[in-house]
């Protein structure tokens, strides 16, 4: 079966610091790959996705960028962190247009 | 262009009662169309899906939705609800095939009263 993993599961981080998320898919190859952010009552918010090793789509232009450097691995960065980029941060896979699959998240906070 | 738009911010019902949270939904193409749940400080399940066939879908844990296509909506319903059912849902539309993203709505936050 499939599982997807995300760490880690908090981090608070000073505004002005660089920022990694990493995002690991098992039992499946090929995925697509996404991030979102959730902010407080706000919903869900596509970040990024990525069909394929090396490909990424941005979806709104902003503070963050990401890396697919392996099949399964999907990273999440910032060289700079703002006050704006805390929120939840979850990580989803999908077999072509199908359902997507949620990580557990990972709770960011800047101060 | 797609758009979901879940009616009610946040819905409260009574241990037992029916549960409705609404979705419509707006697609170009036949859509196929996702209710999601979040507990606090987790990321989203997949309760129910619709892609085609049967337009009334049964998901986990005695959720139901039924695709209505002339009123380009996807209710999600549950008979009676429990304590355990009090979380955040979402409606989430794709237009399937090679197109790999969805659209969610906004959430609705279902509170659950003993």
């Known amino acids: 079966s499939q599982t997807i993993h995300q760490w880690p599961a908090t981090l608070v981080q000073p505004v002005g610091s660089p920022l990694s998320l990493e995002c690991t898919v098992e039992g499946t190859s090929n995925p697509n790959l996404y991030w979102y952010r959730q902010a407080a009552g706000r919903g869900l918010q596509l970040l990024f996705y990525s069909v394929g090793i090396g490909q990424i789509s941005s979806e709104v232009p902003q503070n963050l960028s990401a890396s697919r450097p392996q099949d399964r691995q999907f990273i999440l960065s910032s060289k700079k962190l703002l006050l704006s980029d805390s929120g939840f941060y979850l990580c989803?896979?999908?077999?072509?247009?199908?359902?997507?699959?949620f990580g557990p998240g990972t709770r960011l906070t800047v101060l | 262009a797609q758009s979901v738009t879940q009616l009610g911010s946040h819905v409260s019902v009574s241990e037992g009662a029916l549960v409705l949270l609404r979705c419509n939904y707006s697609?170009?193409?036949?859509?196929?169309l996702f209710w999601y749940v979040q507990y606090p400080n987790q990321g989203l399940q997949l309760l129910l899906k619709y892609t085609t066939g049967a337009t009334l879908v049964k998901g986990i844990n005695g959720f139901e939705a039924e695709f209505k296509k002339s009123e380009t909506s996807f209710h999600l319903t549950k008979p009676s609800a429990h304590m355990s059912d009090a979380a955040e849902y979402f409606c989430a539309v794709s237009r399937g095939g090679s197109n790999y993203k969805l659209t969610f709505g906004k959430g609705t936050l279902l509170t659950v009263n003993p």
């Open positions: 989803a896979w999908s077999a072509g247009g199908n359902e997507q699959f």
């Open positions: 697609s170009s193409v036949p859509p196929y």
